[in-house]
Protein backbone atom coordinates (compact mmCIF):
# COMPACT_ATOMS: atom_id res chain seq x y z
CA UNK A 1 0.00 0.00 0.00
CA UNK A 2 1.29 3.13 -0.94
CA UNK A 3 1.61 6.33 1.76
CA UNK A 4 -1.00 8.15 0.22
CA UNK A 5 -3.19 5.56 0.78
CA UNK A 6 -2.35 4.62 3.97
CA UNK A 7 -2.75 8.24 4.85
CA UNK A 8 -6.25 9.13 3.17
CA UNK A 9 -7.41 5.88 4.98
CA UNK A 10 -6.40 7.04 8.32
CA UNK A 11 -7.14 10.68 8.04
CA UNK A 12 -10.76 9.61 6.66
CA UNK A 13 -11.96 6.91 9.69
CA UNK A 14 -10.72 9.35 12.20
CA UNK A 15 -12.85 12.07 10.24
CA UNK A 16 -10.11 14.58 9.81
CA UNK A 17 -10.90 14.95 6.15
CA UNK A 18 -14.59 15.87 6.61
CA UNK A 19 -13.02 18.16 9.37
CA UNK A 20 -10.88 19.51 6.92
CA UNK A 21 -13.34 20.20 4.24
CA UNK A 22 -16.21 21.65 6.97
CA UNK A 23 -13.56 24.32 8.42
CA UNK A 24 -12.66 25.19 5.01
CA UNK A 25 -15.84 25.60 3.97
CA UNK A 26 -16.60 27.57 7.36
CA UNK A 27 -13.84 30.04 6.74
CA UNK A 28 -14.32 30.71 3.40
CA UNK A 29 -18.11 31.49 3.98
CA UNK A 30 -17.20 33.75 6.81
CA UNK A 31 -14.68 35.56 4.80
CA UNK A 32 -16.96 35.67 1.61
CA UNK A 33 -19.60 37.41 3.50
CA UNK A 34 -17.40 39.64 5.07
CA UNK A 35 -15.47 40.56 2.10
CA UNK A 36 -16.50 44.57 0.89
CA UNK A 37 -13.80 45.78 -2.11
CA UNK A 38 -15.61 49.14 -1.36
CA UNK A 39 -13.85 49.10 1.75
CA UNK A 40 -10.78 48.44 0.82
CA UNK A 41 -11.08 44.74 0.98
CA UNK A 42 -8.25 43.34 -1.18
CA UNK A 43 -7.04 39.77 -2.47
CA UNK A 44 -4.51 39.61 0.65
CA UNK A 45 -7.33 40.33 2.80
CA UNK A 46 -9.15 37.04 1.92
CA UNK A 47 -6.52 35.57 2.10
CA UNK A 48 -5.17 36.37 5.77
CA UNK A 49 -8.36 36.27 6.76
CA UNK A 50 -9.91 33.12 5.40
CA UNK A 51 -6.22 31.61 6.80
CA UNK A 52 -7.07 32.77 10.19
CA UNK A 53 -10.49 31.55 10.10
CA UNK A 54 -9.36 28.02 9.16
CA UNK A 55 -6.88 27.86 12.01
CA UNK A 56 -9.77 28.69 14.01
CA UNK A 57 -12.12 26.56 12.70
CA UNK A 58 -9.78 23.44 13.03
CA UNK A 59 -8.99 24.55 17.15
CA UNK A 60 -13.03 24.04 17.58
CA UNK A 61 -13.40 20.90 15.72
CA UNK A 62 -9.84 19.23 17.07
CA UNK A 63 -10.72 20.33 20.33
CA UNK A 64 -7.12 22.57 20.77
CA UNK A 65 -5.77 26.10 21.12
CA UNK A 66 -8.04 27.87 23.03
CA UNK A 67 -10.95 25.53 22.21
CA UNK A 68 -8.73 23.13 24.27
CA UNK A 69 -9.86 20.97 27.44
CA UNK A 70 -8.42 19.14 29.50
CA UNK A 71 -10.32 15.83 28.88
CA UNK A 72 -12.66 14.52 26.95
CA UNK A 73 -15.22 14.67 29.80
CA UNK A 74 -14.86 18.41 30.22
CA UNK A 75 -16.00 19.06 26.53
CA UNK A 76 -19.19 18.79 27.25
CA UNK A 77 -19.62 21.19 29.88
CA UNK A 78 -21.43 23.75 28.40
CA UNK A 79 -23.49 24.94 25.36
CA UNK A 80 -22.06 28.13 23.23
CA UNK A 81 -18.11 28.47 23.30
CA UNK A 82 -17.38 26.08 20.32
CA UNK A 83 -20.65 27.46 18.54
CA UNK A 84 -20.06 31.30 19.37
CA UNK A 85 -18.94 33.14 16.03
CA UNK A 86 -20.45 30.24 13.36
CA UNK A 87 -23.40 30.91 11.48
CA UNK A 88 -26.74 29.45 12.25
CA UNK A 89 -26.79 25.48 11.82
CA UNK A 90 -23.13 25.53 10.78
CA UNK A 91 -21.79 24.09 14.29
CA UNK A 92 -24.66 21.30 13.85
CA UNK A 93 -22.60 20.04 10.83
CA UNK A 94 -19.08 19.89 12.36
CA UNK A 95 -17.89 16.21 12.50
CA UNK A 96 -17.98 15.39 15.90
CA UNK A 97 -14.13 14.40 17.16
CA UNK A 98 -13.10 12.55 20.29
CA UNK A 99 -10.49 15.89 22.30
CA UNK A 100 -7.24 14.42 22.22
CA UNK A 101 -7.55 12.46 18.61
CA UNK A 102 -6.19 15.03 17.02
CA UNK A 103 -3.02 17.58 18.70
CA UNK A 104 -1.53 20.33 18.47
CA UNK A 105 2.28 19.77 16.79
CA UNK A 106 3.52 23.13 15.56
CA UNK A 107 6.79 23.47 13.20
CA UNK A 108 8.14 26.89 14.35
CA UNK A 109 5.22 28.58 15.06
CA UNK A 110 3.22 27.13 11.58
CA UNK A 111 0.05 25.89 13.11
CA UNK A 112 -0.26 22.27 12.53
CA UNK A 113 -1.74 19.10 14.07
CA UNK A 114 -1.48 15.77 14.40
CA UNK A 115 -3.13 12.50 14.21
CA UNK A 116 -1.01 9.05 14.63
CA UNK A 117 1.58 9.30 11.97
CA UNK A 118 0.98 12.39 9.93
CA UNK A 119 1.34 15.45 10.69
CA UNK A 120 -0.40 18.43 8.94
CA UNK A 121 0.38 22.47 8.37
CA UNK A 122 -1.72 24.63 5.96
CA UNK A 123 -0.38 27.28 3.11
CA UNK A 124 -2.45 29.08 0.46
CA UNK A 125 -1.80 29.20 -2.90
CA UNK A 126 -2.37 31.20 -6.36
CA UNK A 127 -5.98 29.54 -7.21
CA UNK A 128 -5.35 27.40 -10.36
CA UNK A 129 -1.49 27.28 -9.51
CA UNK A 130 -1.22 24.33 -7.48
CA UNK A 131 0.73 21.97 -9.54
CA UNK A 132 2.94 24.63 -9.20
CA UNK A 133 3.58 26.28 -5.89
CA UNK A 134 6.84 27.46 -5.80
CA UNK A 135 8.09 26.12 -2.22
CA UNK A 136 11.56 27.11 -2.78
CA UNK A 137 9.94 30.71 -2.17
CA UNK A 138 7.86 29.89 0.46
CA UNK A 139 8.94 30.27 3.97
CA UNK A 140 12.04 28.57 5.44
CA UNK A 141 9.58 25.83 7.55
CA UNK A 142 7.40 25.15 4.28
CA UNK A 143 10.98 24.62 2.20
CA UNK A 144 12.60 21.93 4.81
CA UNK A 145 8.88 19.94 5.04
CA UNK A 146 8.90 20.21 0.83
CA UNK A 147 13.12 18.40 1.63
CA UNK A 148 11.62 15.50 3.84
CA UNK A 149 12.87 12.12 2.38
CA UNK A 150 10.78 11.31 -0.42
CA UNK A 151 7.98 8.55 0.11
CA UNK A 152 8.87 4.77 -0.03
CA UNK A 153 9.40 3.49 -3.68
CA UNK A 154 9.41 6.83 -5.18
CA UNK A 155 11.62 6.84 -8.48
CA UNK A 156 12.80 10.37 -9.25
CA UNK A 157 15.76 11.78 -10.72
CA UNK A 158 18.30 13.74 -8.56
CA UNK A 159 17.29 17.50 -8.95
CA UNK A 160 19.89 20.12 -10.21
CA UNK A 161 21.36 22.07 -7.80
CA UNK A 162 22.38 25.56 -7.66
CA UNK A 163 25.22 27.33 -5.72
CA UNK A 164 24.75 26.46 -1.90
CA UNK A 165 21.43 24.46 -2.49
CA UNK A 166 23.22 21.11 -1.97
CA UNK A 167 24.17 22.27 1.81
CA UNK A 168 20.81 24.21 2.74
CA UNK A 169 19.11 20.81 1.34
CA UNK A 170 20.96 18.41 3.38
CA UNK A 171 21.00 20.25 6.36
CA UNK A 172 16.91 20.87 5.48
CA UNK A 173 16.51 17.34 5.18
CA UNK A 174 18.53 16.39 8.41
CA UNK A 175 16.36 18.53 10.45
CA UNK A 176 12.81 17.60 9.12
CA UNK A 177 14.23 13.62 9.95
CA UNK A 178 14.56 14.57 13.20
CA UNK A 179 12.11 16.84 13.71
CA UNK A 180 9.61 13.56 12.20
CA UNK A 181 11.92 11.05 14.21
CA UNK A 182 10.82 12.87 17.59
CA UNK A 183 7.26 12.61 16.21
CA UNK A 184 7.01 9.45 14.60
CA UNK A 185 5.38 11.40 12.11
CA UNK A 186 5.10 12.12 8.16
CA UNK A 187 4.29 16.06 7.51
CA UNK A 188 1.82 16.76 5.00
CA UNK A 189 0.40 20.00 4.00
CA UNK A 190 -3.22 21.24 3.64
CA UNK A 191 -3.28 23.63 0.79
CA UNK A 192 -6.20 26.29 0.24
CA UNK A 193 -7.32 29.15 -2.07
CA UNK A 194 -10.14 30.82 -3.89
CA UNK A 195 -11.17 32.50 -6.54
CA UNK A 196 -12.30 35.54 -5.17
CA UNK A 197 -14.73 36.77 -8.16
CA UNK A 198 -16.46 33.43 -8.41
CA UNK A 199 -15.88 32.35 -4.73
CA UNK A 200 -14.68 29.34 -6.02
CA UNK A 201 -12.66 27.22 -3.80
CA UNK A 202 -9.50 24.78 -3.94
CA UNK A 203 -8.36 22.12 -1.13
CA UNK A 204 -5.49 19.76 -1.69
CA UNK A 205 -3.77 17.52 1.10
CA UNK A 206 -0.50 16.02 0.43
CA UNK A 207 3.22 15.32 0.34
CA UNK A 208 4.92 18.38 -0.98
CA UNK A 209 8.07 18.21 -3.14
CA UNK A 210 11.08 20.77 -3.26
CA UNK A 211 10.34 21.77 -7.32
CA UNK A 212 14.01 23.61 -7.45
CA UNK A 213 14.16 24.94 -11.38
CA UNK A 214 10.25 24.04 -11.37
CA UNK A 215 8.38 21.13 -11.73
CA UNK A 216 5.24 19.23 -10.09
CA UNK A 217 4.88 20.26 -6.56
CA UNK A 218 3.68 17.49 -4.98
CA UNK A 219 5.00 13.66 -4.62
CA UNK A 220 1.41 12.96 -4.62
CA UNK A 221 -2.38 15.53 -3.65
CA UNK A 222 -5.52 14.57 -3.16
CA UNK A 223 -8.38 16.88 -3.88
CA UNK A 224 -10.39 17.14 -0.48
CA UNK A 225 -13.50 18.47 -1.89
CA UNK A 226 -14.25 16.59 -4.63
CA UNK A 227 -17.38 14.37 -4.64
CA UNK A 228 -16.01 11.39 -6.50
CA UNK A 229 -13.07 10.71 -8.54
CA UNK A 230 -13.02 12.68 -11.98
CA UNK A 231 -14.85 15.36 -10.69
CA UNK A 232 -13.40 19.11 -10.56
CA UNK A 233 -11.61 20.15 -7.77
CA UNK A 234 -12.82 23.20 -7.54
CA UNK A 235 -16.27 24.09 -5.26
CA UNK A 236 -18.26 27.09 -4.54
CA UNK A 237 -18.97 28.61 -1.04
CA UNK A 238 -22.58 27.39 -0.67
CA UNK A 239 -25.04 30.37 -0.68
CA UNK A 240 -27.21 28.87 2.13
CA UNK A 241 -26.21 26.79 4.98
CA UNK A 242 -29.04 24.49 3.80
CA UNK A 243 -27.05 21.19 2.52
CA UNK A 244 -26.75 20.54 -1.03
CA UNK A 245 -26.70 17.42 -2.60
CA UNK A 246 -22.82 16.36 -3.02
CA UNK A 247 -21.83 19.54 -2.08
CA UNK A 248 -19.06 19.61 0.16
CA UNK A 249 -18.91 15.79 1.32
CA UNK A 250 -18.63 16.98 4.99
CA UNK A 251 -21.60 14.39 7.01
CA UNK A 252 -24.12 16.03 9.49
CA UNK A 253 -23.02 15.77 12.81
CA UNK A 254 -25.00 15.60 16.35
CA UNK A 255 -25.07 19.32 18.10
CA UNK A 256 -22.15 19.55 19.94
CA UNK A 257 -21.50 20.66 23.72
CA UNK A 258 -19.34 23.69 24.50
CA UNK A 259 -16.03 23.26 25.40
CA UNK A 260 -13.88 25.14 28.62
CA UNK A 261 -11.54 26.95 27.12
CA UNK A 262 -7.78 26.35 28.66
CA UNK A 263 -5.57 27.00 25.60
CA UNK A 264 -4.55 30.48 23.76
CA UNK A 265 -3.65 30.61 20.28
CA UNK A 266 -2.05 33.89 19.47
CA UNK A 267 -0.07 32.07 16.81
CA UNK A 268 0.95 34.22 13.44
CA UNK A 269 -1.34 34.30 9.92
CA UNK A 270 0.36 35.20 6.89
CA UNK A 271 -1.89 36.00 3.60
CA UNK A 272 -3.11 34.42 0.86
CA UNK A 273 0.09 34.27 -1.83
CA UNK A 274 2.12 35.49 0.46
CA UNK A 275 4.61 32.86 2.36
CA UNK A 276 2.94 31.50 5.42
CA UNK A 277 5.13 29.46 7.79
Do not use: C
Amino acid sequence: MSEQQDALEDLESSGVLAALAWANASAYRRTMEDYDPDTGHDQGWVGSTAHKLFVDRLHRVFSTGKHGVDSPASASAGLDLVAAGLAPREHDKMPLITPGTVVKSNLNQSPGWRYGEWRFLLTSFVYGESKRIPWPQKSPTKRRVASQGKPAGWQDPSPTLFDGEADFLAASLLAQREEDAELNATTLIVAHSIERELSIRELYLGRSRLNRGGGDAWYWKHDLLAAAPGTPSAKPIPSSLTPRPGSSGVQDAPVRLRRQSSEGDGEPRQALGKNNK
